[in-house]
């Protein structure tokens, strides 16, 4: 297939495209700038250049593409809900040339919306609009175009690891950096699902390639690693203090970290794992965390 992927320069992105070329398909990437157009030609992959900002500018991937994945997202969390809403605008953009066509549009989220509650680990057959995560938009927006008729596939992730990036433990830990201290909240019981790159790369593909409309999928190989052990890994690694806070500070230490610190993230991918036959093959969260590549953190 020819396949346009937006993102296609990112951290989940670069590694989808090494997996859509290993298993023969072509691909068209966007690129915002010439570095990244250099880069990805360099891999064999055709550009178009464009934005988030602009959804217009991505229709031209769109036109010539058997298939889409979508995988750009503005990470500037101090903007978190204005960039789930410009998320909105471009899933809309990517539909409307999608419309009337069987080519299939796979999507992300997160496993969040999965949660149905009681403390379970999120599951694929569950959408929980009630979720504080802003980014229920995005999902709500697939179902819109699932209702025109357009065949669209949703990619929910966990924290997405390497050596060198871990999902929203990069800027975690960038913050206990600047703080001088490792921090986390209460006992530190709550969890994080996990995954590592490579294996969520090998799962676009799969659901493009045996997917089907309107399923949600679960990039999760572990269903969760507690708070305490990410923290306490962390400051072994970083050489720093660890420190419990009681939950009303966490604002205050945190900033716009503090809606997530806190917060139960736990996903099954048993379903996901059923119908794909996926199975993760690669490093543990923890594993990783053990290697953290300083530079830069």
Avoid at 2 to 11: D, H, K, Q, Y
Avoid at 52 to 64: F, K, N, T
Wanted: charged content about 20%.
């Amino acid at each position: 297939m020819r396949v346009f992927l937006t993102g296609a320069t990112g951290f989940i992105g670069s590694h989808i495209v090494t997996e859509l070329l290993a298993a023969g398909h072509q691909v068209t990437g966007l690129a915002r700038s010439d570095n990244g157009e250099q880069v990805l030609r360099a891999k064999g992959v055709d550009v178009v250049r464009g934005n988030l900002e602009s959804p217009a500018s991505l229709l031209p991937g769109v036109d010539q593409a058997d298939a889409v994945i979508h995988t750009a997202f503005d990470h500037d969390f101090t903007h978190f809900a204005a960039n789930c809403e410009k998320d909105r605008r471009v899933i809309e953009a990517l539909g409307s040339v999608l419309k009337g066509t069987h080519r299939p549009l796979v999507m992300t989220s997160g496993v969040g919306l999965g949660d149905a509650g009681g403390g379970l680990p999120a599951t694929e057959a569950v959408q929980n609009f009630n979720h504080p995560n802003p980014r229920i938009i995005s999902e709500q927006t697939g179902n819109q175009l699932l209702e025109q008729g357009i065949d669209v596939r949703v990619m929910r992730l966990p924290q997405v690891h390497d050596t060198r990036k871990q999902g929203l433990l990069t800027p975690y830990i960038q913050l206990a950096l600047r703080k001088g201290t490792v921090a986390y909240t209460g006992e530190g019981t709550n969890r994080f699902s996990a995954c590592h790159v490579t294996d969520v790369a090998r799962l676009y593909r799969l659901v493009l390639e045996q997917g089907e409309a309107g399923k949600r999928y679960h990039a999760v190989a572990e269903e969760g690693v507690s708070m305490n052990a990410l923290a306490s890994t962390i400051a072994t690694r970083l050489g720093l203090p660890l420190t419990s806070l009681a939950p009303e500070q966490a604002e205050a230490h945190f900033g716009w970290f503090a809606m997530f610190v806190g917060m139960n993230l736990t996903a099954s991918a048993s379903w996901t794992q059923q119908q794909l036959g996926w199975i993760p093959e690669g490093p543990g969260l923890l594993a990783d965390l053990q290697h953290l590549e300083l530079t830069g953190a």
